[in-house]
């Protein structure tokens, strides 16, 4: 069995902040082998980009900063990499999709030069203007050439993602860290863009950790699927198995907010509450709040990380022997 391309393990990575410490990422552990999708799902606030962000060493400084963990990339730790080190590895090992692009590009320079800049500074050579066109072409922009003269705001949307999807492939990295690549597209685009990273992704063999909280999403692009909940990894398994056999009590309650025609002209069901603070996450299952079976030990004790099938993980009282309630009336309805 061939060794996973990128291992995370027990990455924590804090802010200081006037409200106190903020664990926004507090022990997430993944892999990710070659060639294959993850996708990494949950609610907003609950860590999925600062992961990406940490996985790169792009936290924000002076406040943000990696506690402990280890992120192994080709069996090598990137939390021991310098910067310099690390800004030869970003953009030509690992690449990563932004969740806007118009903050991600550059506004005072045209696209073809930023798109010429990122192949440059990791010394590609040649005519690197024609594999800039290409690569625009490559992505599906109807006029690439025009493409290349035009700046960031004369771009639609779409278009600006497009670019953002071609530079990042263009130093062709062997890991695509793609941060809700479809936010705020319309339902048209959003089906091209995901086509895009899929055609792309089998024509290039690249991994893709795919951060997103649509789950109609996962399904269509993903093999494995890693749910987040408040700093924290609460469930992994293969996409399959998870849609026809979610097991912790948040995944569940997302499956059941998605509209579906069994419930035609009725309210879409939603998750009570919010995603805790990650100043003040609850003291046992920080989803205990929220959780209709939640009894005591799930408001005194963190619940442990369980293997309940091949290849899925749980992180539940639920499913540990040692605590799980013996009677339906022990937990609260």
Not at 105 to 119: C, K, P, R, S, Y
Not at 275 to 303: D, I, K, M, N
Not at 323 to 332: D, F, L, M
């Given at each position: ?119 440059a500074v990791h010394g590609k050579r040649g005519n690197l203007r024609e594999r800039a066109i290409e690569l625009l072409g490559r992505v599906g922009l109807p006029e690439p050439e025009r493409a290349m003269r035009q700046y960031p705001h004369e771009l639609s949307g779409g278009m600006r993602q497009r670019v953002m999807i071609a530079m990042a492939l263009a130093n062709e990295p062997k890991l695509l860290l793609a941060d809700e690549p479809t936010t705020a597209l319309d339902v048209t685009v959003q089906a091209q863009i995901l086509d895009l990273l899929a055609d792309l992704q089998k024509e290039t063999g690249m991994a ?126």
């Amino acid at each position: 069995m061939n060794n996973p391309l990128l291992v995370v393990e027990n990455l924590r990575t804090y802010f200081r902040t006037p409200q106190g410490l903020s664990r926004a990422v507090d022990g997430v552990s993944f892999t990710i082998d070659e060639g294959e999708i993850l996708a990494l799902v949950g609610e907003s606030g609950c860590g999925k980009s600062m992961t990406a962000l940490s996985i790169l060493q792009l936290v924000p400084e002076p406040a943000g900063y990696i506690e402990s963990g280890r992120i192994l990339f080709q069996g090598e730790d990137l939390l021991d990499r310098t910067w310099e080190q690390m800004r030869e590895i970003r953009g030509k090992e690992i690449a990563m999709i932004f969740q806007e692009p118009m903050t991600s590009l550059n506004g005072v320079f045209t696209v073809g030069d930023q798109l010429i800049e990122a192949m440059a500074v990791h010394g590609k050579r040649g005519n690197l203007r024609e594999r800039a066109i290409e690569l625009l072409g490559r992505v599906g922009l109807p006029e690439p050439e025009r493409a290349m003269r035009q700046y960031p705001h004369e771009l639609s949307g779409g278009m600006r993602q497009r670019v953002m999807i071609a530079m990042a492939l263009a130093n062709e990295p062997k890991l695509l860290l793609a941060d809700e690549p479809t936010t705020a597209l319309d339902v048209t685009v959003q089906a091209q863009i995901l086509d895009l990273l899929a055609d792309l992704q089998k024509e290039t063999g690249m991994a893709v950790l795919l951060i997103t909280h649509d789950l109609r999403v996962v399904a269509r692009l993903a093999q494995r699927v890693a749910v987040m909940y408040a700093g924290q990894i609460v469930e992994q398994a293969p996409v399959k198995e998870l849609f026809q056999h979610p097991r912790h009590p948040y995944t569940q309650g997302l499956f059941a907010c998605l509209p579906s025609q069994m419930r035609r002209g009725k309210e879409l069901n939603s998750l009570e509450g919010v995603v805790p603070s990650p100043t003040a996450w609850p003291p046992g299952c920080r989803f205990a709040p929220r959780c209709s079976f939640c009894w005591q030990p799930c408001l005194e004790q963190v619940p442990k990380t369980l293997t309940i099938a091949k290849h899925h993980v749980v992180r539940c009282h639920l499913y540990d022997p040692e605590i799980a309630p013996t009677s339906v009336g022990e937990v609260r309805s």
